[in-house]
């Protein structure tokens, strides 16, 4: 039983620090990704926050239409 | 078996840790869904459409604007034969240029305005390239109006950034003439920009009933206002479906859902085009993400709901023709966007 908790722990573990990794490259790719007619910018960037991707969201930093503010 | 063990934990511990929360609060209940299957109109290859975001046809003229155009904003096409007539609108920092619109407003004698938030201007376009366009520059109390409806003649409606109050009239000179109605009031104290930024809404108007719809892009709450009566109709949502949003250095930043993207008032009924896409999911996924709703929300006039559209592909904006009960969508995912679909009121 015991065996079995710890290779659970183990196997959460993995789970978890494979997530963070996917998610680690993924966010290092945004200026990469293509969203058919979206095209992938950072807009707005300013000494708040950013923008990122062209879409239909008002940049409050800059007036852009974006598809998400940071 | 040991290995299988291994396996099924390391998958259960990944799915676990993968999972977000789908911000799509049931704050509305329609009595029904109704799918809708819509059928393309076809564009020649002259006209390239990079995120059409409004549409209108007016006497067999369908007028499409395109808010991240390279050239025009707004295209015209014979809604026939799908064939482009004409663009309006070019995009440039001249005087009469436009650095983006926000809408179409086609009035009586079939012209054309728009609103060029940027030089914070309402502008009636000519079709002939000849003529000039006449400029309505807004009151400089105004701050960031980011959509318009025409009242009258020689009036416009606009919401805007200042959030001291819901909507301003406008006369053809582009002073303010009165404010009418609030922002609802937050849990918390908020600064009225930050509040206005995040209660950021469409709007449609409806002369003959002089009833004003307003539906907020970050969040899921419709507004229904009678202007002749100057007063509140119904507020749809606003518990449940307050936009949500962070305040970074004075701005609003979303943080719940994209709400509604387009509103028309009808005779009968008002519609309003809602997406429902977490922020969380779309900063995560961007490239699962689909920029547009599927479902048209329908109430009657006093604000009930009535039923809801479920639509097979996202649009980003319509135009609702209630007499031949056809709505046009606009896919911004397709590389023919203008799809037109038939519904039915009975």
Redesign the interface.
Known sequence: MKK?LM??TC??????A???SL?FR?DSD?SE?T?????ALAQGES???NC???????C??S?D?V???? | MKIFAVVLFMGLGFTVTSCSTVATAEVMVFPETVSLHGQEKTIEDSVYLRYPFRVRLQDDVLYVMDIHTAAYYIHLFDYKTMQHKTSLAHRGAAPQEFLGTENIRIDEQGDVWTLDANKSKIVHLRKQGDEQSRQISLNKDLIRTLDFDRLNDSVFIVPDYTGQHRIAFVNAQGDILKHAFQIPPPTVKESAVVLAQAWRSFISYNPHQGILGMATQLGQVLEIYDLEQDTVIKIIGQETGAPQFVNRGGYAVPTGIMGYSDIHVGQNHIYALFWGSSFDDIRKRPEDHKEGGRYVHVFDLKGNPVRQYLLDRHITGFHIDEEKETMIGLDVNSNQPVVEYAFNME
Do not use: H, T
Request: charged fraction near 15%.
């Open positions: 079995y290779l659970l196997c959460v573990a993995i789970g978890i494979m997530n963070v998610q993924f945004k990704i969203l058919g007619n979206i095209e000494g708040s926050g990122w991707f062209r879409a239909s969201v008002d409050p930093y007036g239409k598809l998400y503010v940071e």
